[in-house]
């Protein structure tokens, strides 16, 4: 299957992604593309990038890896945000003239690792404010509810509602994460599922989650003993997003050449759409 360009991709997708908060599209990643990306996946994985941050193993069960900014230390992840069909696709569904590369990272579950993604939304924790963000979720693995497919609440992202920021890892602690005055609790998902329009859709390799910054979603563990879950995401931003130095970001990914208000520019964020 040839990879969505931006001109390919259905009006009904753009439609679904601005109504609902996410879409998904399918063969969107090359195999070619797949094959690169599961290969850096494994050299992370053996010699992890600076930002490593592996959580612990639920019941010290499994392998639950973790890392961001790793297209500036792999050539293949690199290659990947910059050269391939990405860029095209978010200005696509960001409706933007220019899109910058925000970051990308890495949610890899080995087989038989319960650990959850607890339910959130990503744009409290990134020192950016602005409409056009949007993540690209993929994985060159199968990915199914019991491997640990990613959920979503369809809509969420027009709460317009900032989520207090929380570790990843078996702890409710916030001590990573400095407190926000205008971020609120994330209610207990879990125990009001049914409050909830809660999608979810399983992926074969190459397709990809589309999500806005804002869409609240979560994912179980891989229960999963004969598949991993190697989950890696881009995500990219259009022309109205701006530096934003408010509390409660996450540290690794400020930057103190940017000043609040700033437009977000290389090389830290390196504008991918148009190409040079």
């Not at 792999?74 to 933007?96: E, G, K, Q, V």
């Not at 509602?161 to 001590?175: I, L, M, V």
């Not at 804002?214 to 891989?222: E, R, S």
Request: with cysteine; aromatic share 12%.
């Amino acid at each position: 299957m040839n990879s969505p360009t931006q001109a390919n991709i259905r009006d009904e997708d753009i439609q679904a992604y601005n109504e609902d908060g996410v879409v998904v599209l399918r063969g969107a990643v090359s195999p070619e593309w797949l094959e690169r990306i599961a290969g850096a996946i494994e050299r992370d994985i053996a010699e992890p990038a600076p930002f490593v941050h592996g959580y612990p193993a639920t019941g010290g069960k499994g392998r639950f890896h973790g890392n961001l900014r790793i297209w500036e230390h792999d050539p293949d992840f690199r290659a990947f945000c910059r050269d391939s069909s990405m860029p095209a696709l978010a200005a696509r569904f960001l409706n933007s003239d220019s899109v910058n590369l925000l970051y990308d990272q890495l949610f890899v579950k080995e087989a038989g690792t319960p650990n959850p993604t607890r339910w959130h939304n990503d744009q409290p924790y990134w020192p950016i404010r602005g409409w056009q963000i949007v993540s690209f979720w993929m994985s060159p693995d199968p990915v199914t509810k019991d491997s640990g497919a990613l959920e979503f609440i369809r809509g969420s992202h027009k709460w317009n509602t900032f989520y207090q920021p929380e570790r990843f890892g078996d702890t409710k602690a916030h001590d990573d994460y400095e407190r926000n005055p205008d971020y609120v609790e994330i209610p207990d998902i879990e125990a009001a599922r049914r409050d909830y329009d809660i999608v979810t859709w399983d992926l074969e390799p190459g397709d990809i989650y589309v999500f806005h910054a804002l869409t609240v979603h979560g994912a179980g563990g891989n229960l999963r003993d004969d598949v991993r879950r190697r989950g890696y995401t881009v995500r990219y931003t259009g022309d109205d997003i701006q530096y934003d130095t408010r509390p409660g970001t996450n540290e690794h990914l400020r930057s103190a050449k940017f000043n609040d208000g700033d437009r977000l520019r290389a090389p830290h964020y390196p504008q991918v759409w148009p190409g040079a």
